[in-house]
């Protein structure tokens, strides 16, 4: 999930500090023992991953390796490339989607990690986005990403200097083991300008 990159970069460096806090809520809840079995009511919900969620898991679950691509714009005269990896894994139980993201090119070297899971709405799913270029570290995308008829799209709109920017990206399957990643910028979705290009294709475990 490259990022929807550096000021565009930067605003899409914006994408995707919330996971502290919640990894630190977790910790204090182990250390205070709260998370035991007497915790869990006979009534409550069943937390088995929704079947979109279990759907999209098996979809991105492995190792792609990625080429990048940049149009011609005012930020990059000339365009440019990248090369990197993706490795995306279940989270625990399956009810979340994380990222491992590495990549090298007209952009910089950019490490980051996403993490995806089920809104609580029930509406779409939520989008943490963590990268060596954010300098709070991680940001939470203001809208719920999407997962339907197989592609993915993360939609993120925010207002800079006081006009507001959206950013989307979406993924394409071209096919079970390919995708390709367009991320675009606008003031609307009817406006929106591609401005990188990614291209996967899962990387397959040799068979001895």
């Given at each position: 999930m490259q990022r929807l990159t550096i000021q565009r970069m930067a605003s899409v460096n914006n994408l995707r500090c919330g996971m502290i806090f919640v990894l630190a809520m977790l910790q204090a809840s182990g250390q205070a023992g709260t998370f035991s079995?007497?915790?869990l009511k006979p009534d409550a919900p069943s937390l088995a991953a929704p079947h979109d969620m279990k759907s999209l898991v098996t979809a991105l679950t492995g190792s792609w390796p990625i080429h990048l691509s940049f149009p011609r714009s005012p930020q990059m005269?000339?365009?440019?490339?990248?090369d990197g990896e993706e490795v995306w894994r279940a989270g625990p139980g399956a009810n979340s989607l994380i990222e491992?993201?590495?990549s090298v090119g007209a952009d910089g070297d950019l490490s980051g990690l996403a993490i995806?899971?089920?809104a609580t709405n029930g509406k779409g799913l939520q989008v943490l986005w963590c990268d060596n270029a954010i300098s709070s570290g991680c940001r939470t995308l203001n809208d719920n990403a999407e997962w339907k008829d197989g592609g993915l799209v993360l939609s993120d709109e925010r207002y800079?200097?006081?006009?507001k920017r959206l950013t989307q990206e979406i993924f394409t399957f071209d096919t079970p083991d390919s995708f390709t990643q367009t991320l675009s910028e606008g003031e609307s979705a009817a406006n929106l300008k591609p401005f990188l290009t990614i291209s996967a294709t899962r990387k397959r475990l040799k068979v001895k």
């Open positions: 079995s007497a915790a005269p000339n365009g440019g490339e990248g491992d993201y590495h995806l899971w089920p800079e200097d006081g006009k």
